[in-house]
């Protein structure tokens, strides 16, 4: 029954966890690109603004020099390629391993074995998303969900004092430099990088790999990057009018860039984006999505999906939701920890699990707009 319970978690789990890449060029600096209609004038007019954006390398594998890696991991075998949604860096296969291989190869071609040879890279696959969503909120609830089925096969003598199930279950630290570790590397706001070995014959450290992707998070340029997402045009009204930078920035802190338009409710600039964001220092970005009708619909959709995933894990923060005050009607919180506030048949969706604020933060943010919504013309 347990194992039912994981496998539904791990069935439900890809569909909240989304992220999206932009594409740019080799260059590491940053370039002047116009958004049009995303700042927002302390006298309350929407105008056209210049937006500095981060450029991508040409491919997954330039983000950080190929010397630079050899000479953190050891020496490449191939140069390394473009693979899996990253960069695949290829090692030398150390002596006593290639003299294993060649055993159990010899082993296999002795007893006429006719099994295929499922021997994998010796390498590892460096990943750099940008514009991601963290999941994390739902991670946490899962393992909060999985540590209690540990905790009732235990006797009561041996049980650990309970813990929250709303701890992260992978924190990061300020010595770490993530917000979250995983993976050898981990999130720092709206970025993840990421090195994961193709086999688990990998030799080279994790404290390597590890060094390896705070190096390359240290390369990003601390900006938006350009969405590629353009293929629906932007009819409602600008979504930057809900709140101005200098009301973001009391909660925030200082914006590395005037509030922009972006795509698919995340940080990525899309001229004609449904979503407003709001950068700040180290790739936070608090992500603003106004619904100007069926604001009633959008918030039934997060609590819908919120059922469904109660029947797995319990959400009691989600649950006591609607008892939060203020000058709305209704209130949400979604499993991957979007805030969704409506008033009348308008609501507002406000991501802030990737912001430098947290949730209280995202709700002073968020009375402003309400009203401001509830007021506006789209």
């Not at 290639?98 to 040879?117: D, H, V, W």
């Not at 590892?124 to 899962?142: H, I, P, Y």
């Not at 240290?218 to 293929?231: A, H, M, Y």
């Not at 604020?357 to 506006?376: C, N």
Request: charged share 25%.
């Amino acid at each position: 029954m347990r194992a039912f319970h994981v496998a539904m978690i791990a069935c439900l789990f890809p569909a909240l966890f989304a992220c999206a890449k932009g594409e740019g060029s080799n260059e590491q600096a940053t370039r002047e690109v116009k958004v049009q209609g995303t700042a927002v004038s302390d006298r309350g007019g929407g105008a056209a603004s210049q937006v500095p954006l981060g450029t991508r390398p040409s491919d997954e594998c330039g983000w950080i020099p190929a010397a630079e890696v050899e000479a953190l991991v050891g020496p490449l075998a191939e140069p390394p390629r473009p693979e899996m949604g990253g960069c695949m860096y290829t090692l030398q296969v150390p002596a006593e391993l290639a003299a294993k291989r060649a055993k159990i190869a010899e082993f296999q071609k002795r007893i006429g074995s006719t099994l295929p040879n499922d021997q994998k890279p010796y390498a590892f696959v460096l990943q750099v998303d940008l514009g991601v969503k963290t999941g994390e909120r739902a991670e946490r609830l899962a393992m909060g969900k999985m540590a209690s089925w540990l905790e009732d096969a235990r006797p009561d003598s041996t049980r650990p004092a309970q813990q929250s199930p709303t701890q992260p279950a992978s924190g990061g630290t300020q010595s770490s430099g993530w917000d979250a570790v995983r993976f050898n590397g981990g999130r720092l706001g709206s970025i993840d990088v990421t090195a994961i070995p193709e086999t688990s014959e990998l030799r080279v450290p994790s404290e390597k790999l590890r060094e390896l992707t705070a190096r390359v998070r240290d390369r990003i340029p601390d900006l938006p990057f350009p969405s590629r997402d353009n293929v629906y045009q932007q009819t409602e009204a600008d979504p930057c009018t809900l709140l101005t930078g200098e009301e973001a920035e009391s909660v925030l802190g200082k914006l590395v860039v005037a509030p922009y338009r972006s795509a698919s409710d995340g940080p990525l600039a899309l001229s004609n984006g449904r979503s407003c964001a709001y950068f700040t220092a180290r790739h936070h970005a608090l992500i603003v999505r106004p619904y100007w009708s069926d604001g009633k619909f959008d918030l039934a959709a997060t609590r819908g999906v919120g059922g469904l995933m109660s029947r797995v894990v319990s959400d009691s923060e989600a649950q006591s939701a609607d008892t939060i005050e203020g000058p709305w009607d209704e209130t949400a919180i979604s499993v991957d920890g979007r805030l969704v506030l409506r008033k009348g048949d308008r609501a507002v969706e406000i991501e802030y699990e990737t912001s430098s604020t947290d949730k209280a933060g995202a709700l002073r943010l968020g009375k402003i707009m309400v009203e401001r919504l509830a007021q506006a013309r789209p």
